[in-house]
């Protein structure tokens, strides 16, 4: 926990630079530049370090990026009646951020995302299966009818995973089920229902969207959030 609250601490005392570095970064993506090569230069310009890069590369983007991502947004109660598929992995990742202290980014088009790099994997721990529970609450709450979560297969212990979600699912008395897939962005785009990520890659794929773990998180305004959203 000390670590990740160093993390938190240092983007802090040069948030004056790395905004300065966002809006630089704005501006030539607005131009068409490639985002690497953008990224390399104004990091480069401002001497930033990996952890800098990284929030850079992941929350800032085109003016026009980040308009589409806010149109296709759904607001907390557009969520009452309708299916939802939840990027498993996705949310747990960010919550488990949450809890753990890792930095957290309120980007600029309004998505929460954790950049502390675990993405692409999850390690289950003693929290997990009340993140889970958390999770399916909140979309009870919100009134879904109906919830499908979607797994990586080749993750380890996403079978178990998926097994207590299912689990947990039927304890809460919410419709829905968990499921293993080799390809996720796939699977959650499969029924064009309302996809529940934070990930780029599915958010551009999807017709609508739900940041839920973003819900949660905000609801808190923790302090090792921190916000380019009006940058």
């Known amino acids: 926990m000390v670590g990740f609250m160093d993390d938190v601490e240092w983007v802090r005392s040069v948030w004056d630079k790395l905004l300065r570095a966002a809006e630089d970064l704005r501006y030539l993506l607005d131009r068409e530049y490639k985002r690497e090569s953008a990224v390399d230069f104004v990091a480069n310009r401002y001497v930033l370090d990996r952890m800098a890069r990284s929030i850079l590369y992941r929350c800032v983007s085109s003016s026009e990026w980040a308009r589409k991502v806010r149109e296709k947004a759904m607001d907390p109660s557009g969520l009452k009646g309708v299916k939802v598929a939840v990027d498993g992995f996705n949310v747990l990742n960010t919550l488990q951020s949450f809890k753990d202290g890792r930095l957290l980014v309120l980007c600029d088009d309004g998505v929460v995302r954790d950049v502390s790099e675990v993405h692409g994997d999850f390690k289950p721990t003693g929290a997990t299966e009340g993140l889970i529970r958390?999770?399916?609450?909140?979309?009870?709450?919100?009134?879904?009818?109906?919830?499908?979560?979607?797994?990586?297969?080749?993750i380890s212990r996403s079978g178990e995973i998926s097994a207590l979600t299912r689990k947990i699912l039927e304890e809460e008395g919410m419709k829905g089920s968990a499921e293993t897939e080799k390809s996720v962005d796939s699977a959650l785009l499969r029924d064009r229902c309302v996809v529940v990520s934070s990930d780029s890659v599915v958010i551009h794929r999807a017709d609508r969207f739900f940041d839920l773990a973003g819900y949660i998180i905000l609801k808190e305004r923790p302090y090792n959030l921190v916000s380019l959203k009006n940058v």
């Open 134 to 154: 958390l999770i399916v609450k909140t979309l009870k709450e919100l009134k879904a009818e109906e919830a499908i979560f979607y797994y990586e297969s080749q």
